[in-house]
């Protein structure tokens, strides 16, 4: 029987959180207009730029991923701007909307659910723009509704041979968990939030704007004011916010970055690597299909089809016998695959127990046999102990 | 010698947080979109409603107050849309920019900072507009800058009778600190803000909506996606969110109201009356002045003249002798005033104690004698002990 209280959180957020977290979470409040909170605003600002690898500035935001790509969005571009959005998930398919609420012209690049998006496509329709009336390329890196991970390096140097569309991307659930250099790769704006890579509970979220970037808010006509980037920029100045910042929720994310620093962004992505690797090919020994092109895997998610079995059942036996929360589709897909997240905080046991988990459950339900049970743990150990 | 881990927060937000909700705050994160969270929300969204005295929707947002009074106007109205903002502090002028920004035709009606807004005032310009072109009212409650209380019982009352215009209020320092019946006063459309009454820390803030304030959602045509409150109204039928909330400030919001709810609405509305009144006869009897008119006293901050004093040296004193934090005055107040929060979760000690560390400052630099001193005292007793 489960005890529900003892739940481990297997889905692509919120994720795990240390308890050093946790403990930090849980501090009383200080004045956010105290030299204490400036201390901690420089000292987050500073590690949140060692994580996206950038001298650009990173701006944080009280809300949610969504709001920190909206921001992106609103502060750069104007009324009328043609845009090519990346489409191949339900976040491609949310930032289509957000361009099109603020009256962009969007120029849609799409690909079926679980495949990556073509890199050339984005070449052919930024080499045609002559007129450079391309003015951004929105795009998801990791999608977390599909777990693919679409080639952000080839398509962000096509966006750099453009020269006047700015790049603005999702890379909610791939930063801290894979390679994102953003001063290597000139990716212009960068959103992510804190319930992903940063162990931390859902409500704060980030963007990083490069000095290209800076320049488009000049000439940025779309009306905003709590997503206005410029009062944080300001603000910063003096490591402050402009408005009342979610404190508690700071404290927790400067324990987090420290134990982000301690473990190392080499170590990090090593770690979701394998991870990812372990899961999906026990997921192949287990005879089950992934929904994402196994060449174009997300780090921090994988998708799996569960064919005659419904998703949605599956997951609520898993839920219910094991307190394993795992993810369910979205949309269409509802019922018809189950995500399991393994970002942030996750170590190499909770890989080797969702995996027992869904292979005790599929056994229970004769489905495979216990000699598959055992051939999907030994393929995931040997991935696990590659390191 | 002061302990800065050990310290008081007597600002006007963040307040102080009972150690029952710091621990609810600190409790594993759960997937938003389980069953457990759905019931959480629905359990918080009925309290809200308690809270607001209104069967309207009450809606809950991640972000800080300014989030929530955006989303009240870009929801509601149009570009070019003729409002009516009440300004006699930071936050009225703050609301000024808001509906700037988003292009709508502001008529101001302003009064001296630390002076109420005049009803009369708005009941003429909206007697006035026979054709009805005014959309909407803005006005702050309580102006946590000048710890004065405007008259939202008369001014909603004028707004009611032109029967077009909807109120846009920010009752971020009045919400649980004095009675704000939205259904009795048929407020339209109502914000706030977690850290305040609410004693939870920062990151959430509440806007209810009235019928009226959703039927001009319908014809409203200012850019919107994070703050599309019809989003929110969207899921709350299946209590849920449209983007991830932040989970852990609703397990902290959960307990914080279910403990308003046991100390009552009464209870909450007399304490904070009689913290204003011990507070600001406090004052009075120490020979300082109090910067708001008296008959307009926010229940919820004391802002304080300390003439030749420098107020922020004053305020850096009582941190570094007491580890009490008051909040000095914005802008061209800085130096000249400073701020007393009593608010949320603040009793009858908080009271003396401030009281005493105001006064035992004031008499080591021979400002006051010890008569004085225990006079103020003794004045602020009587009203504590009044109920």
Not at 98 to 127: H, M, R, Y
Request: proline share 4%.
């Amino acid at each position: 029987m489960a005890i529900q209280q003892k739940l481990s959180l297997m889905i692509p957020g919120p994720t795990p959180v240390p308890e050093k977290v946790l403990q930090a979470l849980s501090k009383h409040p200080i004045g956010h207009r105290s030299k204490e909170f400036q201390e901690l605003v420089e000292s987050t600002t500073r590690n949140l730029q060692w994580l996206h690898q950038t001298q650009n500035d990173v701006l944080t935001i009280t809300g949610s991923g969504t709001a920190a790509m909206e921001a992106g969005i609103v502060n750069t571009l104007s009324k009328g701007d043609k845009v090519i959005c990346g489409e191949n998930g339900k976040f491609g398919e949310r930032w289509v909307k957000v361009a099109q609420e603020f009256g962009l012209e969007v120029i849609k690049i799409d690909s079926e659910w679980g495949t990556p998006l073509n890199p050339e496509e984005f070449k052919k329709i930024l080499d045609e723009d002559k007129q450079k009336e391309i003015k951004g390329v929105i795009l998801t890196h990791s999608e977390t509704s599909t777990g693919v991970i679409n080639d952000l390096k080839t398509i962000s140097s096509y966006i750099r041979e453009h020269k006047t569309a700015l790049s603005i991307i999702d890379c909610v659930t791939s930063l801290g968990a894979c390679n994102v250099p953003v001063d290597e790769w000139q990716l212009d704006i960068v959103a992510s939030g804190s319930q992903k890579g940063y162990m931390i509970p859902p409500g704060l979220s980030f963007i990083t704007m490069s000095k290209k970037a800076w320049e488009a808010t000049e000439s940025s006509n779309l009306p905003k004011f709590y997503l206005n980037l410029k009062s944080y920029k300001k603000s910063l100045l003096s490591n402050s916010n402009p408005y009342t910042p979610a404190v508690n929720l700071v404290f927790a994310l400067d324990e987090a970055l420290k134990m982000m620093r301690e473990e190392g962004l080499e170590n990090i992505f090593l770690r979701h690597n394998r991870h990812k690797l372990a899961m999906s090919n026990a997921i192949k020994a287990l005879d089950l299909e992934l929904f994402a092109d196994e060449k174009y895997l997300s780090p921090s998610v994988t998708a799996v089809k569960t064919g005659e079995l419904d998703a949605e059942e599956f997951r609520k036996t898993i839920k219910n016998k094991f307190d394993i929360l795992l993810a369910g589709g979205q949309d269409h897909l509802k019922g018809n695959i189950f995500r399991v997240g393994h970002l942030g905080y996750v170590n190499d046991r909770d890989i080797i127990t969702v995996i027992s988990a869904i292979s005790n459950t599929l056994l229970v339900m004769g489905k495979i046999s216990a000699q598959k049970a055992g051939e999907a743990l030994v393929v995931a150990s040997n991935y696990l102990k590659t390191n």
